[in-house]
């Protein structure tokens, strides 16, 4: 990355936090109905003992991943836009770079709750996924319009990436 101006943006961590609750809590009690209807162990348990193992699970596993999970992808996964183009990462966190000249499509993408634009490049099959719940860290948001001339869909991507104050 070179040294000229640039703008850094980092995930609002509520929204991962939200996601990954709702997985984990979905997920684990999928885990623990399975293994009631399944495992010899709870072969002689009732209803009231596998909906308390389930909300045990729930209490005590779900706040604890998802405050990991948020705190790991607002701290690890930033988004640089500088005046060459934007730099990210791909959806499974390999750094990817696009040029403001190459960006070719933009696509809306959603997990869950969590609401992404993803920018593709001509010459590259590996997106950017942009996140549309981020906030402002370091450098100047208003700067983007002038470093794209050539990109036609700008107002998109000013969608993408709000103009908050920093938190």
């Known amino acids: 990355m070179s040294t000229q101006a640039s703008c850094t943006f980092k995930m609002e961590p509520a ?16 885990l623990v109905a399975g293994l009631a209807l399944t495992s010899p162990a709870f072969s002689g348990a009732k209803l ?3 909906l308390e ?5 729930i209490v005590f596993f779900g706040p ?11 701290h690890y996964f930033k988004y640089t836009a500088t005046a060459d183009g934007i730099h ?6 390999r750094p990817t770079f696009v040029p403001w000249t190459e960006i070719a499509e933009m696509r809306p993408a959603r ?9 593709m490049s001509a010459h590259s099959a590996r997106p950017v996924w942009l996140p549309t719940f981020v906030r402002h860290a370091a450098g100047t948001p208003g700067e983007t319009e002038h470093w794209a001339p050539q990109f036609q869909n700008l107002q998109s991507l000013s969608l ?5 104050a920093s938190s």
């Not at 929204?15 to 999928?30: E, H, M, N, Q, T």
């Not at 193992?53 to 699970?57: A, D, E, L, N, P």
């Not at 604890?64 to 607002?74: G, K, R």
């Open 15 to 30: 929204p991962v936090f939200l996601f990954a609750y709702i997985s984990a809590c979905v997920l684990c009690s999928a």
């Open 48 to 50: 009231p003992v596998v």
């Open 53 to 57: 193992t389930i909300g045990y699970v």
């Open 64 to 74: 604890p991943y998802a405050a990991l999970s948020a705190l790991v992808m607002a």
């Open 88 to 93: 990210g990462q791909s959806l499974l966190g």
């Open 111 to 119: 997990i869950g709750n969590l609401e992404f634009v993803r920018l």
């Open 160 to 164: 993408a990436i709000p103009r908050r």
